[in-house]
């Protein structure tokens, strides 16, 4: 019996390089992985069949009643916050709660980033209602989802003005803090006039990890829902080389160490905080990082009612088994 053809969208994250250059096959599934056009294609193109997606996206599609994809489990992007809190070289900000009062600026305001970002301020005792959200690009201009703040937005969160982007703003000290998960032109440069608000970050990483027990989550996988009624076996076939592209991913990149020149410092370190393989993917392990997450998402009024991740996996579970 011939493969099943599926294609697939999403960024070209290191740990799926296995599946990409073909070390990594999923069992009957003959895959196609479209890595040149974002996230778009996902939800933007009909041959697209699913792929990489936003997890505040998709859970607020379930809260509003929108089933039209199934989401599994299966996170591309595991990222820390704290790294993205970025000032103007010489700005003293020590604390998260010293941001109440300040002016902070996002590149979006429901995106899953900047949801966790305000995540971890609610965990650390801020009052987000007592932050000014300014939502502009990190640089350029706005485009599609991000740099403009949604007309339903809060009171304390607004657009920063036409033409000047969160680089501009800081620089010219319109911004006391900006946020991005990406970092800005020049960040890398010895003389960049844009630094991390915390420069020892891996210690608050570290710290917030010690606390939680998770890495935030801000991509799932989600497939068409036609999709996977027709062929429920692909979720079991994906997930497993999701899982063996991750584990090729970290064997190769331990014995191919000298690609960065701490790197083999880092990943001992990283091994003895987060564990030898992090992050798991599947419901049981994540519950508790999506519970704060969809919690979260109702108390900044971005979903009429708070999402139990249970349900929003429902579909999953059903085809997996209850203790997937």
Known sequence: MANLKLTLAGYPWDHIMPMLTGAVVPKGIDLTYDTDRGLGPVTDDPAVDGGEG????????MANGNTEFIGLPIFPMFAFRHRCFLVK???????????????????????????????????????????????APIEGVPDAGHGRAPADA???????????SMVDLLLAGDLDVMVAAFMPSGFFSADSQIVPMFPDYPAHEKAY???????????????????????????????????????????????????????????????????????????????????????DQYRQKLVP????????????????????
């Not at 936003?54 to 599609?61: C, E, Y």
């Not at 996002?106 to 305000?118: E, H, V």
């Not at 708070?306 to 579970?317: I, L, N, Q």
Request: with cysteine; net charge positive.
């Open 54 to 61: 936003s997890l505040g996206k998709f859970m607020i599609d």
């Open 305 to 324: 009612v708070a999402v139990d991740p249970k349900a929003a996996f429902a579909d999953y579970t059903r085809i997996m088994g209850a203790g997937a």
């Open 154 to 164: 809060p009171s304390n969160v607004v657009s920063g003005p036409d033409g000047r």
């Open 209 to 295: 990890f010690k606390e939680h027990g998770y890495v935030p989550a801000h991509h799932l996988l989600k497939l068409h829902r036609a999709v996977v009624e027709r062929d429920p076996w692909i979720v079991q076939s994906l997930q497993d080389a999701f899982t063996k592209s991750k584990q090729v991913w970290i064997a190769n990149r331990r014995k191919y160490a000298e690609t960065s020149s701490w790197l083999l410092a880092d990943m001992v370190e990283e091994a003895s905080v987060l564990g030898d393989s992090w992050q798991q993917y599947g419901l049981a392990p994540n519950l508790k990082m999506l519970t704060a997450f969809c919690q």
């Open 89 to 135: 070289r010489g700005t003293k900000i020590s604390s998260l709660k010293e941001l109440e009062g300040k002016r902070v600026g996002l590149d979006g305001w429901p995106n899953s980033g900047n949801t966790w970002t305000r995540v971890i301020l609610a965990q650390a005792g801020v009052d987000i209602w007592k932050v000014d959200w300014i939502i």
